[in-house]
């Protein structure tokens, strides 16, 4: 039975897919289709299409579109699809918001307003426009390292009070505000964090949205269970084992690349090194990993024990 | 007889024109005619629609397309057009600029990426790929304050090396930066800062790109016109002035609204207390300014001298 | 007998102690002598004396020799006494290092370089020419938000492949960071968190010094104990409560004081609310609280449990 | 005659002494006369000894009276001399401003706090206390990007309502800052900028404090007078050969020296190729620059017209 994000909002794991792309720089939907199944086999609780690690903000009109139904379809009910509708302004948010929707999209996640610099009762309106307009479920995002504009403690417990939010997603780094938002609001919160989920979990994330999930969901799902059960001995190992693989986030000479490009780049080379997606193309401007780049993070692969993955 | 922006890249004063909206808050096309008849009137050199100024990251596709149709419209090719085509990645960049070129507009305006964190090599990238893809030319915008990325000296000297740029509008506010530009590049770079416009012609800015110039064009081709002519002290004196009634973007309670609101609330209350456009509103989320706050621009406007604006 | 912080480096509960002032601005004697007292009685493990939470930047050098003078007295080899030795340059830190190890401090508590802009390399050198000029144990102290210059997992992993440092305290906020190093190093590791002192000790730091341990001594201890003994749900109630008591920082009306008075200013406010110290004043040119925001954290004590507290 | 600096405020070209060092590390006495003379013929109406050029924050106490008994000895009354008595707290400050003023400095330069995080406010209290503790004038200097806290145009009006302070040093790169403080207060303001140096006595500089100019003091004196006659293309021309030299601040490799190495150890290197001072070292734990760099710097002294100083 498909679970109703309306009564449950979004838990457990929930990879923010990227968005692999075929040779002539297009959504390669069966790449995609195959992401998709990867992450289902491994267990977990949702997926997140079109957020910072979908390479949102590179994507076209026609590339989100192919995103979100490429995925609504693969997924076809068996867990929440969660698709970001992340721009600068409210409208332009309603705007791929309804698109969204029309696509089968169960919720949609949402920033704060950037390029302009809003004040707080402007953010906390921005989401009043949005869950007024749009028919499914918000879950806010907070991504101060893209965005410039934090959704603090405060703005997130008005976001609670009023019920314009039905989650949050959390990609602050900050802990202490993250433990700030829990303690004072019932507001189901998510971690971004590939590197404390454990932590998260056991503080009282009500999910993780780990962008290396992407690569390895079978590690992070295994972390979740064991960190949910209170066996932290087993989650801080797994945490660690994953946190030693996110240094292929790493491996990109950064006066060729940026930041970005490091670590989506990583993430699309490592699910082309298991076979996963077909091309470890980003999209543009972004420059492509190089050969020796792949190789290193084939190799820190292979010291994860993570090898290719079987079509089933 | 029409400037031809391919062969004279964009020079003088060319305001960066603000977006009335009416009451349901869509564009109010009658009183954006009314201000670029304003601005024609006082003699601008171009106007730039869809810039910081025009709330670009607010509008969208149905706002951002009536905003570029009614002042290629009105202009009717009696000064160049620039049309911001501003967005995170390049290929949402081509989008808008196919649409604003479809539309008339002689020229687009493309800032770095943002939200994502490209590197140098990649910022380079993203106006080689603008270029190729586009039939108009393409001004590079620095604004970092907005985007969180800058086009540094060393960037906007490659992007002139390979001519994928006609000009550069440079609203970092770093003069050292600019002058560098001016020293190292033939590129015609003009100066986004209300408040040292005359310091930046005098050094060999190519013209400026002042949001205020919405308020008081008539200023701001006086200041110009001073400064190209070595009139200093005119210039200097100008200046002062226009820095003066700057501060209406102060006025607003920045407990109630964010510094975007503040500054581009107050250019549109100027514009509605002196009767060029209808209403001040701006676009979601930014709140308006209250009543107080109006008076308080209405008297600095009395302050400056600038009184109600007649129809012609 | 005495910990030998040579072979023991810090651990446990470590609070970085306020600088009680009297009437004329001179370090007040007997309420420092009480500060320290009370913390001892509380079961800390060692304390720190000069460190952030001591207005170390705002004393002079009488007042840091003073400080340091009482609390080595007063603890009397109970527990290892720390001393920051924090100043911009080098031979500066030397200076300061020099002083405190004649007065009988155990270790030294060193940043990194700041109003000059080092480079990572230069950060190591830093502390290899204070290891090497001073002669008790140094303790790296990263706190970004003070010096603007961070103490990367890189940095602090070649301090410990060196054995320039006995320990890090991390007042960061960043937890990602704080495992990194804890994974890469054998170095102890203590937090600043006040926050998620709880979670950085079950991730392994091998202690926490809190600033408003100052405060609740007992109530980090017990945090501590528990922690410790992996009795997460104790350990996490306690941190909920010195959380909520942690807004106590929050009580000053900033447009009067700026960020650091609101902090020590209400650790200090609590502390002579509670009987331990005489004034609350902190150091030019930091503002005190006035009596309403006395008042208010009058009344977070009560709600937290802290009363007035009994010599013995 | 001297100019007596409690009438006539810093005024004109004031260089910021670098602060040589002899091979052992200490204030290397004989380059530092060598250095004040050179300046003093080259016609510079003041120094400043112990900025941020004179690596005040890297100086132990030792040698910022070293430095400041040479210059002041040197000098001798030719022109006034501003000691910087820069540091985190206002009573360290008031120290470092009574060892100045005893060894005979004509004022002191005072930044705001930093480390600690003071309110606008705070930060006029601690000019207060400064002014009332100092027997000579106390020149405010505003330097962000060492301090990370800004001396903006309202707290320097405030300054100057009070005369608190006789002069501003402003390093902020903030041209509109610059001149809105120009424009609502009567204080002297001199600039810190290498680069826009001309145009700041354009707009009503009262002087100007480049660190470039310990290097090739003539061409700021030069530049200087051009300016101030209102002769913008000889100031301009000028402008731009000196900007063209301060390529020197980038050639040194920065994966291995900080940004402040890389500047004034270019600023040292340069004076010790031209002959002025026998050794190009900084303090510790600046690194040095390599042979390849101090050639490259050598070429640029070159293509500048500057050769070796003759002795006179």
Known sequence: MVPDPATRPPHGVVPPLVTPLDEHGEVDRASLERLVSFQLDAGVDGVFVGGSSGEIALLDTAQRRAAVEVVVRTVAGAVPVLAGTIDTGTRRVVEH???????????????????????????????????????????????????????????????????????????????????????????????????????????????????????DPHGYVRLHRAAREGDHATAAAEQDRLARLFRITTVADRSRVGFTAGALGAFKTALAVRGVIAHPATNLPLRPLDDDEARGIAAMLDEAGLGPVRAN
Do not use: C
């Open 97 to 215: 918001a309804r698109q969204a929707t029309e696509l089968g999209a169960d919720a949609v996640v949402v920033t704060a307003p950037f390029y302009v610099r809003p004040g707080a009762a402007e953010i906390v309106d921005h989401f009043r426009y949005v869950h007024a307009a749009v028919d499914v479920p918000v879950v806010a995002y907070d991504i101060p390292s893209a965005t410039h504009v934090a959704l603090t403690p405060d703005i997130v417990a008005e976001l609670a009070a009023e019920d314009l939010v039905v989650a949050l997603k959390d990609s602050s780094g900050d802990l202490a505000a993250f433990r700030e938002i829990l303690r004072r609001t019932e507001l189901p919160a998510l971690t971004g964090s590939e590197l404390f989920a454990d932590t998260a979990v056991q503080v009282g994330a009500a999910g993780i949205v780990p962008g290396l999930g992407n690569v």
